[in-house]
């Protein structure tokens, strides 16, 4: 969107027209209206007992349940309708001011310099028209968001411009002289630090895919689903509940065809989720300014993220599973969240991912935030071995003792079973343990954690929000501590370590934030 | 944690001011009876609504519901005893410190907890005193922090001249950045 129409925005048109009350264009009722039908539809707990209620709907009364749907349609179209007309703002010198809200009414004043990052959104019925959607984020302990629903390409642009050069002069810019590459798109000083192939999508779409969790969602349907999938078959004469039904088939075959069966929805859910990776971060683009990171994606809806450099909180690296076989791993930069966005699956907007890095890159990537850090040389400390034992002995033993007790005179293949299924949980406790890692040098604190994957962050300790040290009475006895760093971005735990060390590293870290006078933001 | 981790740090650890000898402050001497009273106050009215429930002649509580009612009972009035047990024996172990550039609170018997709070890190502040803690002349002081509502730092049973003056004190601390 931005590459495109930058010659719109080199002549940027002043923002003079925004003075006055005004609405959005009109293009933005079909935002509005998608946006509750979005509203209702990623409700999981709306959705499924709705889902449940057309599906009988269909097969009792199809009339009813027309004039039903029919009704629907036209409520959120009027509820859109209505939202668009309410909802006025203007932008004055240095704020912008939005008044909203059918039955609520909301005022909503933004100086410019409290809006953190400014989002630029184009789905793609926007496109035809040239419009943005603008996103305003502001920081601070009530995170507040405000959308310009449509607004037309250049003057979205120029709002953005102007939003960032008012930074720009309160801040105090930094040096930046490691410049990669040049790009001149809308601002001059853009560095292009890192793009993404379709090929590097596919990896992320496969390693990332959530074919489990689809497919336990999707257990309520198993019987509609398979009941039609049954009847749509037999119609070409393939009588496909006889593979299944192992009185007439031999257990191999029956084992084959649930094999196969599950293969093939592993396979379509996996191609799903590559198509989803595709679509959200095609053409990927990593830039930098000399004071922010941009993140530019999408086949459809064209995303910008950006995010001020001095509010990035810490870098996380993340290797899941199925990364570890690819050799890649994912970068996240991680900025303030506000616990009620994570809640309502908003925290991913802050934050800037990069899919399927190979480690040479993410090390790259990581030494262009963070000069100084040692994360690919550190060496981790290992937590206390006692971490295990909460698991063994609240967990598995229990478990181990209640299903011995109750399968051993009568099933004893289910006994054995059981013994299997415990020591599997207690081998991933120890696991955990293993992978549990701290270390600290003069800037920043690292730890290493996972279970199957491996997450690494690495966080600057002049970042630190609040310290928190706890123990149980056990745990002192043998001199451990949990310690807990708080920061912006989220809480990071490092249990059962020495009670020197974490008085070291918290004392450390509060000289950090101490003497140091760095702002967190 | 091995030494050499530390080798390129400009200060050594042993001279930074340490979070283990920190010099703890009580409460106000009111806080535990109030919050103690205050719990076996709310065990008693729990038990007495308990037993009304169970011998009152108006609604005969049918042969399934009353055991249920009974043992449910049974438990929510063990559960509120214990946690005056709890009060009576943790709440006196709370405790604070001030230091120049930050503050802290520890709490709990079993599972003790130490927060530290950065004061140049403190967002905004806030005094809270609900009608009991009026009646008592005691306060709370909330300290919010960009760590996230989960990590609100509270200081509860304070003597409302203790709170006044930590409050005056963070607020006129060089360091505090406060916003509009």
């Known amino acids: 969107m931005l590459e495109n129409h930058s010659t719109q925005a080199a002549s940027a048109p002043s923002l003079n027209v925004l003075q006055q009350w005004q609405r959005v264009s009109p293009i933005a009722l079909v935002y509005f209206c998608l946006h509750l039908l979005k509203g209702i539809f990623s409700n999981v707990s709306i959705l499924a007992p709705l889902l449940l209620l057309f599906y009988k709907g269909i097969q009792r009364s199809p009339g009813y349940f027309m004039l039903a749907?029919?009704?629907?349609?036209?409520?959120?179209?009027?509820?859109?309708?209505?939202?668009?007309?309410?909802?006025?703002?203007?932008?004055?010198?240095?704020?912008?001011?939005?008044?909203?809200?059918?039955?609520?009414?909301?005022?909503?004043?933004?100086?410019?310099?409290?809006?953190?990052?400014?989002?630029?959104?184009?789905?793609?019925?926007?496109?035809?028209?040239?419009?943005l959607c603008v996103v305003l984020d502001t920081a601070g302990s009530n995170q507040q968001e405000a959308r310009l629903a449509a607004l037309p390409n250049n003057l979205a642009e120029a709002l953005q411009q102007a939003i960032y050069t008012q930074h720009v002069a309160v801040s105090h810019s930094e040096a930046n002289d490691d410049l990669t590459s040049q790009t001149t798109e809308l601002v001059s000083d853009e560095a292009l630090l890192c793009t993404r192939s379709i090929s590097d999508l596919i990896l992320y779409g496969i390693s990332n895919n959530r074919a489990i969790l689809v497919m336990g969602f999707a257990a309520p349907f198993y019987v509609p689903i398979t009941n039609i999938l049954d009847q749509q078959l037999q119609r070409f004469g393939i009588d496909a509940s006889q593979w299944f039904n192992y009185e007439q088939q031999s257990w191999f075959w029956f084992g084959l065809a649930v094999i196969a069966t599950t293969l093939v929805f592993l396979l379509i859910i996996t191609l799903f989720s590559i198509a989803a990776s595709v679509l959200t971060y095609y053409h990927f683009r990593l830039l930098r300014t000399h004071d922010r990171y941009i993140r530019r994606s999408g086949l459809l809806t064209r995303h910008e993220i950006s995010m001020k450099r001095s509010r990035l909180q810490w870098m996380h690296l993340q290797q899941d599973g199925l990364d570890k076989a690819f050799g890649r791993c994912h970068i996240h930069y991680e900025q303030i969240v506000s616990p009620l966005a994570a809640v309502q699956g908003e925290g991913q907007h802050g934050k800037i991912m990069v899919p399927a890095l190979t480690p040479a890159m993410a090390q790259q990537l990581l030494q262009d935030v963070y000069p100084s850090n040692q994360l690919a040389v550190v060496q981790f400390n290992p937590i206390n071995w006692r971490y295990i034992l909460p698991g063994l002995v609240l967990i598995c033993l229990p478990l181990l003792v209640a299903s011995q007790v109750f399968f051993w005179p009568a099933a004893p293949s289910l006994?054995?079973?059981?013994?299997?299924?415990?020591?599997?949980?207690?081998?991933?406790?120890?696991?955990?343990?293993?992978?549990?890692?701290?270390a600290m040098d003069a800037e920043y604190f690292y730890l290493r954690r996972g279970l199957i994957g491996i997450d690494y962050f690495c966080v600057p300790l002049h970042k630190l929000q609040q310290l928190k040290v706890s123990q149980h009475s056990f745990m002192q006895r043998a001199g451990l501590r949990h310690l807990h760093l708080v920061c912006a971005a989220g809480n990071l735990t490092v249990p059962y370590m020495p009670a020197q060390a974490a008085y070291d590293i918290a004392n450390y870290a509060l000289y950090q934030v101490q003497a140091s006078h760095r702002s967190w933001m | 944690m091995t030494t050499e981790t530390f080798q390129n740090l400009p200060v050594s650890l042993a001279q930074l001011p340490s979070l283990d000898t920190l010099q703890w402050q009580t409460l106000a001497p009111s806080y535990t009876p109030l919050n103690v009273w205050l719990n076996v106050a709310i065990t008693s009215s729990v038990a007495l609504l308990w037993l009304a429930l169970l011998w009152q002649p108006f609604w005969p509580l049918s042969t399934t519901l009353a055991p249920v009612v009974f043992w449910s009972g049974i438990v929510l009035c063990v559960l509120c005893a214990w946690s005056c047990l709890y009060c009576y024996f943790a709440y006196p172990l709370k405790a604070y410190a001030l230091r120049q550039h930050d503050l802290s609170f520890q709490r709990g018997l079993f599972f003790k907890t130490s927060i530290t709070q950065p004061i140049t890190r403190i967002q905004h502040i806030e005094l809270k005193r609900g009608p009991l803690e009026r009646r008592f002349g005691l306060a709370t002081l909330q300290v919010f922090s960009a760590g996230g509502a989960a990590h609100t730092f509270a200081l509860p049973g304070l003597p409302v001249a203790d709170a006044e003056t930590i409050r005056q004190f963070i607020l006129q601390h060089k360091d505090t950045v406060q916003y509009a």
Request: no cysteine; proline share 2%.
């Open chain 1, 69 to 131: 749907l029919g009704l629907l349609i036209i409520v959120i179209a009027t509820i859109g309708m209505m939202q668009y007309l309410a909802f006025r703002f203007r932008v004055s010198e240095d704020t912008v001011e939005i008044q909203s809200g059918l039955l609520r009414k909301k005022q909503l004043n933004l100086p410019f310099n409290r809006i953190q990052n400014v989002r630029l959104l184009q789905p793609l019925y926007y496109r035809f028209s040239n419009h």
């Open chain 1, 415 to 438: 006994a054995y079973l059981s013994i299997g299924v415990v020591m599997v949980i207690a081998a991933l406790q120890i696991l955990r343990w293993r992978r549990f890692g701290y």
